[in-house]
């Protein structure tokens, strides 16, 4: 007698695993938007952190420059691009701020006369950080 598998198990194989693909799959690109929103958020958070320790280390003034045309957060100084991240590229996300830029100066401290909400989405998820006037970040 031979072993085997016949072509009615592959077959039943196949729709059980479609099955639980159909009702997994939505589930699973959820997580995945939220994750990316996520850890954009943090790279954000980040890339702040890094304009203020550059401001004073470098004893100058430093901009964070958001661009939710392009998603992209930029740090300059006096002209020198320090790092420009393009946060639709890498996670796929799109970019809302109330305000420009946020600038620290040599002592660390923000410029500003507002707080700052920057909002990141893709699909359904949500996360929004806001930057205080002194420049601190909260989520």
Not at 52 to 68: I, K, L, Y
């Amino acid at each position: 007698m031979r072993r085997g598998i016949t072509l009615f198990e592959i077959g039943v194989v196949l729709v059980i695993v479609g099955v639980l693909c159909a009702m997994g799959g939505p589930d699973l690109l959820r997580l995945m938007d939220r994750t990316r929103v996520r850890h954009a958020g943090n790279e954000i958070v980040t890339t702040l952190a890094l304009a203020r320790a550059t401001a004073v280390a470098r004893e100058v003034r430093v901009a964070a420059r958001f661009d939710p045309v392009r998603s992209t957060v930029v740090v300059a100084s006096a002209g020198d691009t320090i790092v420009a991240r393009d946060l639709g590229a890498i996670y796929g996300i799109s970019l809302q701020s109330n305000r420009d830029s946020v600038v620290y100066g040599p002592t660390g401290v923000g410029y500003g006369a507002a707080n700052q909400t920057v909002v990141l989405r893709r699909g359904r998820a949500v996360d929004s950080l806001i930057i205080s006037r002194l420049g601190r970040v909260r989520r």
